[in-house]
Structures are given as structure tokens and as C-alpha cells.
């Protein structure tokens, strides 16, 4: 099945993490909004034309007659149908829960820049930005590195579900990049806490499809419109 | 079997949406935290003492050998064991699709008090939740709003599935109370564009079993120190 996802164009952003088990799956798929009047398309679903079950907000992933949206939502889908999550009820459960969490700790992410939502220009927030970000950097990003550190430090196999790579290995990975480019002050400094992390990050990075991704033109590069923003100020 | 549900006890939050379902199920289950020393039993889970997969955040369940975190992943566990969700993989997407795009919406109401994160108090970042809760009661509160409505008009039923009540409903239910009490005058305002919501709201509060929970000491009242506080300067 050639499945079409639908993501902003121009940034990578939470349709990164689904087009990273995309790209490690070896699926076949469309990047919609990446192509002519792939913009309109999307907008298509969203308002309701294309589908009865609109999508609130992309990314969304068009698998056959089920579209289906949310994040963590399509990659629970995704991922069993590819090999990325061991077949057991419990630990396919605990995937989505770390998925989740994951989820949360991105929108702290983007709310250093944005804390008063996306209503406002970042210019318009700035020593809001820069209040949030210091707690970020200070308080919260070493709480959810260690959360994930302490996992991995329980398991056997260097992934986060033990022996074998699972889709929340690749979104950790995601995490990890993106933090470290917002934030290369803070993730160098923390870095010596965190070495199973940081190793997660290049096993994934070094993975045969995961390589030649990331060197195609279908990466983005991190850029100021997306989730992860290095505003030096920010990064205390 | 009997479940345990941990959550902080002196809040509904987000452990609220977890409480909804297991008395609509009517299920055996405990309110730990709300228990002698349910609160230091709580934190030895957090702290990895009590299980391999320590959640990161309340609330979680525990179920059996199972810990379970991240409410809509809670959730969907539970739904399909207590007759709350339908059977097909299409329909149990869909909800779970739809609970996350209310747990977004939770996160928005809750950054209305607190923009720059749980790190300050309210009287710390008020200037900052008024410019924040102007854009949600002016633009995301209706977005939201509109968008939960013109799906229950697709349905035939009255649910936000269809014909059977779901999780989903509960969770619905949840938001409108909340955010009657958070900002009831925007509420007010907005109400003649949701008869359908409003219906669905009065239509889960009169479930037996709901009635009954929500007019007895287990249903926490609603406080300024949960997710939904009623801060009258921040409903314009």
C-alpha cells in the first residue's frame, strides 16, 4: 500500500516522527503537501471535503480508506504493521505511553519560544520566551532526559523497549537532534549524564535507512518555523 | 478484578477523564492517592520502586501486573474491557484520535493560567495569562468548540461515535463542565453555537451512574488548583 501523509511543507516538525518509521520501515509513501497543490489537498481533509473524520490539525496519514491524525495515534497504527514495536499487548501499551510522553516533552520544547501560543510572533514573546526557556533548560529538559536515561539504563539492549529498535527509539532520536540544535549549550553540558541517550541518537542516525534520509533532500533542515528554534538567548 | 488509580488527590485534572470511565463501567476500583499513605505509594511508583516501567507523570493504573500512564492510553485500555468504545480497529482510531485532540485542548485551557509553566505561581505570570487566555477564549476556545460540533452533526446519534456512548463522550463531557467553571461567561457566549455539545454535556450528566458519582464525595468540586480554575479576569 502507498500510504500519502499530510505535514507542513516546510518545516519538520510532529510529521518528522512519522516520516522517520516511514523512512526506517522502507515504506512507500507520499510527502502530499510536498507536491503540486499538495497544500490544497490537505487543507481538503481538514475541512471536512475529503473525509467525515476530519483530522483537527496534521499531521494526518492516509493508509487505504482510513485517514487517520494524532501524532502518536498513527504511529501505533503504523508501527505494528512494520516491525517497529514487539507484539505483545503490554509492550505495545508501554510504546504508547513512552510515545506520549515523548509528546508532552515536545510541546514543552516548543513552548520556550512560544509561551504565549502561536497567536503571537516570537518577537512578540520574547521575555516571555526567555523566562520559560530558562526553567526549561534548567528544570524540566533534566527531567525528561533522565527519565528516558534511567529507562535505558534498565534494559538490556541500548533500545528503549530492550533488544530490538522500536518507533519510540527513532521519535528519542528525533528528540535528541532537535534539542541539540535548539539548544547546544544546554544539551553539551547535560550530555555527560545522559551517554545511553546520546548513543540511542547515533545508533539511529548511523541505521542504513535512517542515513540516507537524513543526506536526502527529503529531510528538511531545522529551520526557525518549526518545533526546534535556536534562538541563542534562549539557551542559557 | 480490582484497578488502582493514582492520581493526585486533592485535584480533578487530568485523572478526572479516568474516573468518568471506570464509573461509567461501574468498575471495582480504587482512588489510591486519596487513601492513608496513598500519596507516598504514588511516588514509589514515579520513582521506579514499584515497577520496571515507571510512568513519568500521574495518573496511571494499575491493572493486574499492568501500569498503565498517559490517560488516553489509559483509556484506551480500559474502553474495549468495559463497553466503551465500539469493536471495530476503525472506531477504537478514531476515539483514540479524538482523545488526543482533547488532551491538546486540555493543555491549552490549563496554559490560560499558566503560560510560562508550572514552574511560577498565577500571581507570577498574570499579565502573561491574560494576553494567553484573550487568544483561547477569542479564537482556539471556538475553534475547538466548532470543530467537536460539526462532528457531532455528522453523527445520527447523539455521540460523538454514533449511536453508543463512548470514552470519548465522557471525556467531552469533562471539557464542557471545566470549562463552564473556568470561564463561564465565554461559555455562555458561545453556547447557541453548540447546542449539540451542550446536549451531550446534559445527556452524560444524567447517566445514572454518572449522576450518581458526581453527586457523591468521590467527585473532587472543581478548584483553582486543578487544570480548570475560574480566575474571572482571564474571562473576558
Avoid: C
Amino acid at each position: 500500500m502507498r500510504y500519502e501523509l499530510y505535514y507542513w511543507p516546510s518545516i519538520q516538525g510532529r510529521g518528522e516522527f512519522v516520516r522517520l518509521a516511514l523512512e526506517e520501515a522502507g515504506a512507500d509513501y507520499l510527502d502530499v503537501a510536498r507536491l503540486p497543490h499538495g497544500t490544497a489537498a490537505m487543507m481538503s481533509f481538514l475541512e471536512g471535503k475529503s473525509t467525515d473524520r476530519a483530522p483537527f490539525a496534521p499531521p494526518f496519514l492516509r493508509a487505504g480508506k482510513l485517514v487517520i491524525g494524532q501524532t502518536a495515534n498513527i504511529l501505533m497504527w503504523l508501527a505494528p504493521r512494520h516491525g517497529l514495536v514487539p507484539k505483545s499487548e503490554a509492550a505495545r501499551i508501554w510504546a504508547n505511553q513512552l510515545q506520549l510522553t515523548i509528546a508532552d516533552w515536545l510541546v514543552e520544547a516548543h513552548d520556550t519560544h512560544h509561551p504565549l501560543g502561536a497567536a503571537f510572533y516570537y518577537e512578540d514573546q520574547k521575555p516571555e520566551s526567555l523566562r520559560r526557556a530558562a526553567n526549561f533548560t534548567g528544570s524540566r529538559l533534566p527531567k525528561f532526559l533522565g527519565y528516558f536515561e534511567r529507562l535505558l539504563a534498565r534494559e538490556k539492549g541500548g533500545w528503549i523497549l530492550g533488544r530490538t529498535l522500536s518507533y519510540v527509539d527513532l521519535s528519542l532520536f528525533q528528540m535528541a537532534a532537535g534539542l541539540r540544535y535548539a539548544f547546544p549549550r544546554a544539551m553539551e553540558r547535560l550530555r555527560p549524564k545522559h551517554p545511553r541517550l546520546a548513543a540511542l541518537h547515533d545508533r539511529v542516525a548511523s541505521r542504513t535507512r535512517i542515513a540516507a534520509y537524513l543526506g536526502s533532500k527529503r529531510r528538511i533542515a531545522f529551520n526557525e518555523h518549526g518545533i526546534f528554534r535556536h534562538y541563542p538567548e534562549l539557551d542559557a
